[in-house]
Antibody, heavy 114, light 111 residues
Framework: EVHLLESGGGLVQPGGSLRLSCAAS????????MSWVRQAPGKGLEYVSV????????NYADSVRGRFRISRDNSKNTVYLQMNSLRVEDTAVYYC???????WGRGTLVTVSS | DIVMTQTPLSSPVTLGQPASISCRSS???????????LSWLHQRPGQPPRLLIY???NRFSGVPDRFSGSGAGTDFTLKITRVEAEDVGIYYC????????FGPGTRLHIK
């Protein structure tokens, strides 16, 4: 059974940093593109970033490019999202999902506030 | 960027009756590989989204056959033949032909 578990969310001040992790199990992780999608409170879904199975290819939404960095460690079946220069508008539940968005974690809440 | 729109944004439905949601993209979703990467997701309050349909008309694993997807190019539709109580929530269309963008969501609720 596929399982994705996010961690690392919390309260951070504007301008601060956080690193989210997503631990995967139940599938051949290194073969899969992985994505981060976020959802601000009461709002819709927003694509954040994607990484290829090898980690060689990445892409970012314009709203986070230059501030966020996606990476993965296939030996640990884990994908990461390093978030720097956080803004109030980055407040959201952050979900990790496989590339086809067929499997999702339960999300981790990031709150950016002073 | 490809912009996704959905109609209606809110849909009151009667249990046991059909429901339909439309989705339109600002440009064709036909990829250079010939596939059309249009998906439908469902989200209940407090839960992560769940994939229902991928590549326009393919039901994801475990999705009941009362859900169906259709369409081509820029116009797509999700249909539920007979709405059940568990179907309430928000439905999103999503394109992955050019990066990923989501529609604004359609709230399906019981009359």
């Amino acid at each position: 059974e596929v399982h994705l578990l996010e961690s690392g969310g919390g309260l951070v001040q504007p301008g601060g940093s956080l690193r989210l992790s997503c631990a995967a199990s139940g599938f051949n992780f290194s073969n899969y593109v992985m994505s981060w999608v976020r959802q601000a409170p009461g709002k819709g879904l927003e694509y954040v970033s994607v990484i290829t199975g090898s980690g060689a290819g990445t892409n970012y939404a314009d709203s986070v490019r230059g501030r966020f960095r996606i990476s993965r460690d296939n030996s640990k079946n884990t994908v990461y999202l390093q978030m720097n220069s956080l803004r109030v508008e980055d407040t959201a539940v952050y979900y990790c999902a496989d590339g086809g968005l067929g499997y999702w974690g339960r999300g981790t809440l990031v709150t950016v506030s002073s | 960027d490809i912009v996704m729109t959905q109609t209606p944004l809110s849909s009151p439905v009667t249990l046991g009756q059909p429901a339909s949601i439309s989705c339109r993209s600002s440009q064709s979703l036909i990829h250079t590989d010939g596939s059309t990467y249009l998906s439908w997701l469902h989200q209940r309050p407090g839960q992560p989204p769940r994939l229902l349909i991928y590549k326009v008309s393919n039901r994801f694993s475990g999705v009941p056959d009362r859900f169906s997807g259709s369409g081509a190019g820029t116009d797509f539709t999700l249909k539920i033949t007979r709405v059940e109580a568990e179907d309430v929530g928000i439905y999103y269309c999503m394109q992955a032909t050019q990066l990923i963008t989501f529609g604004p969501g359609t709230r399906l609720h019981i009359k």
